[in-house]
């Protein structure tokens, strides 16, 4: 008989019931320390009090009353966003894979208006991950996730990684936008090199096509600055948030420049949810913290520090561990036994991590953990590798 949840997930063996901090707290009382931190959404962590706080305040005032009506909370947290980045406009949504749906929209519609509406293909790279609608899937291309679901929505192009003669050759008449993730998540922790970025961003320019950026796992602080592509020094047209700018809470965003956004006149696209008072009322206060210098400072910090330890355990088990890749606090093992064995063997140390492809074990934690979460991270790793070692 199916499960009364449709069964679409692998679930690890885990209920957590409680957080704190770095911290989950499993049904049975034993508290793992978390380096997942839900997939890059719980940013400040579990139960940070300023998040708190927002929410429920929000909560006790007002929580819905559709796109029909102004919403303060919303336009404050528009503004934080237009003061802090390069975008001009934002509009929200509820998650990563929204936000995919109107970049795509976005792009298409910029050239529809300026009369070359011939411009509707997307340019999209191996392994990369733009969420799981049909957009999504059809953007990302992999057969794993688009097996059965088609027919695709038509219009995307996907070249390997890194292949730059393929990237010129593929782009023509037809070409809208290039995609891409500044540090591909699922992919398996890549981060793209800043020349490369800057490489899309020249190319975009000269060919007259719009640069969408992913910064729905890379953004919100994650690398030590609020969004990936500023180490880099250029910026995008278009850029997709979600995942850590709700801390928790269901919100993601697009995020433009005027141009780029043009044809996005009243009534060309709407969201019942999106930008909701709940989720901007977090999103605020999200914000408030991560676009501190000296929070972003103290990011970088600790992911140096984190970093160093992590070449140090892969040293230490050369049969486990391949490699350290990744940027910021959004670090890849890189394995040479198997990821999910790594993860697994880390639920019996008491660490959460989160496997990625190409092998790879995310650690993704609360960008909020402290150095005695990043001690305790090491020798709770250190206990997972050995454990597989003697598997
Ligand atoms: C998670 C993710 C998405 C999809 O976000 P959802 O909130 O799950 O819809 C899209 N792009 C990237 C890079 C992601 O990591």
């Not at 500023?230 to 948030?241: F, K, L, N, R, T």
């Not at 801390?247 to 969201?271: I, K, W």
Request: aromatic share 6%.
């Amino acid at each position: 008989m199916i499960p009364s949840v449709l069964p679409t997930y692998n679930r690890a063996p885990l209920t957590f019931v409680k957080g704190e901090g770095s911290w989950l707290i499993e049904a049975d009382g034993r508290r793992f320390l978390d380096l997942g931190a839900g997939i890059a959404v719980n940013a400040l962590g579990h139960a940070h009090p300023d998040l708190v706080a927002a929410l429920t305040e929000q909560a006790g005032a007002l929580w819905h009353t559709s796109n029909l009506y102004h919403i303060p909370k919303q336009q404050e947290l528009a503004d934080k966003l237009v003061a802090n980045t390069f975008a001009d406009t934002v509009f929200f949504t509820n998650s990563g894979t929204e936000s995919c749906e109107l970049a795509i929209k976005m792009a298409r519609k910029h050239f529809y208006d300026a009369g070359q509406p011939e411009r509707t293909d997307i340019i999209t790279f191996e392994g990369s991950f733009h969420g799981r609608s049909s957009a999504g899937i059809a953007a990302a291309g992999s057969e794993k996730m688009t097996k059965g679901f088609g027919p695709l929505l038509p219009g995307f192009k996907h070249l390997g990684w890194g292949d730059h003669n393929a990237l010129d050759a593929a782009i023509d008449d037809k070409t809208a936008a290039i995609l891409i993730e500044p540090v591909q998540g699922e992919g398996g922790i890549r981060p793209l090199p800043d020349q490369c970025l800057k490489g899309l961003r020249a190319l975009c320019d000269e060919k007259g096509i719009l640069l969408i950026l992913d910064e729905v796992q890379c953004g919100v602080g994650r690398t030590g600055r609020l969004f990936a592509h500023e180490w880099a020094g250029v910026a995008p047209d278009i850029m997709m948030v979600a995942k850590g700018i709700g801390g928790g809470f269901p919100l993601g965003a697009v995020l433009a420049t005027e141009a780029a956004a043009s044809g996005m006149t009243a009534g060309t696209h709407g969201s019942t949810y999106g930008g909701n008072p709940l989720g901007c009322a977090v999103g605020c206060a999200v914000m408030d913290i991560v676009t501190d210098p000296a929070f972003l400072a103290e990011v970088n910090r600790k992911a140096g520090l984190m970093r160093q330890k992590l070449e140090g355990l892969v040293a230490a088990h050369p049969a486990v561990f391949e490699a350290v890749r990744g940027t910021g606090l959004m670090l890849g093992l890189k394995c040479k036994a198997s990821n999910i064995d790594v993860v697994n063997a880390g639920y019996g140390a008491l660490v959460v991590t989160v496997p990625a492809a190409d092998n790879v074990v995310r650690l993704l934690p609360p960008l909020t953990l402290t150095d005695d979460d990043i001690a305790e991270a090491m020798s709770r790793l250190e206990q997972a590798a050995r454990a597989v070692e003697v598997a």
